[in-house]
């Protein structure tokens, strides 16, 4: 979905470097989630946020941090990323409890 | 906890035949039911959803699911199968539209 972008697409980086997906809407939703993807796992959450002033860990937030730093904004950081976060990460909105989530076009980050 | 399983790693179907993408789902309270397809190197497209009413929701592209309580299942429909149709489908469930759990998701072929 075009309203929903993440940045960068695809990204290479080494173990222990820090790094920043980040992902832009223009829905106008409240909510705002971060998922990877794994072969065979589905999408499982790593955070969501019901609010700028409201972070909540999903999952599997270990080894991550997030950032939502306007309505539109949410961005996920890998403080020192590892090989096993070697995944597809997707970004989703959502307008409220019982709202479609609308996804964004993912990032493929590969983790050496 | 809420959980999700398809039971089914890949679906094939003969093209104009009818599909089913078999969904059984774990949550405490009213579920509120998903289904989401992904395409190649994109992010996942909603498809239909069941919050409350008719036990049969009609979704995007001809699609369909039942809603069935006694054997906690989703299961998504179609009449006729198109090969445009071959992609990943993915359900989920979440508890009062917070805490989204997908499945591992289906690969459906669909064969010309």
């Known amino acids: 979905d075009a309203d929903v972008t993440q940045t960068p697409r695809n990204r290479i980086t080494k173990t222990g470097k820090r790094i920043m997906l980040e992902c832009s809407q223009t829905?106008?939703?409240?909510?705002m989630y971060w998922y990877r993807q794994d072969p065979g796992l589905g999408l499982q959450l790593i955070y969501y946020?019901?609010?700028?002033?409201?972070?909540n860990k999903g999952e599997i937030s270990d080894g991550y941090s997030v950032s939502r730093q306007a309505q539109a904004k949410f961005s996920l950081s890998l403080e020192s990323a590892i090989p096993n976060q070697t995944a597809l990460y997707f970004c989703a909105t959502s307008g409220g409890s019982a709202e479609t989530q609308y996804f964004g076009p993912g990032t493929r980050l590969l983790v050496l | 906890a809420q959980s999700v399983a398809q039971p089914e790693d890949q679906v094939n179907v003969a093209e104009g035949n009818p599909l089913t993408v078999k969904c059984t789902y774990s949550?405490?309270?009213?579920?509120?039911l998903f289904w989401y397809v992904q395409y190649p190197n994109r992010g996942l497209q909603f498809l239909l959803k069941?919050?409350?009413?008719?036990?049969l929701v009609k979704g995007s592209y001809g699609f369909e699911a039942e809603f069935n309580k006694s054997q906690t299942s989703f299961h998504l429909k179609k009449p006729s199968a198109l090969v445009s149709d071959s992609a990943l489908y993915f359900c989920?469930?979440?508890?009062?539209?917070?805490?989204?759990?997908f499945g591992p998701g289906t690969r459906l072929s669909v064969l010309p």
């Open positions: 989920a469930v979440s508890r009062y539209g917070q805490n989204f759990v």
């Open positions: 949550v405490s309270g009213n579920p509120y």
């Open positions: 946020s019901f609010d700028v002033k409201d972070i």
């Open positions: 829905k106008g939703h409240d909510r």
């Open positions: 069941y919050i409350t009413g008719d036990n």
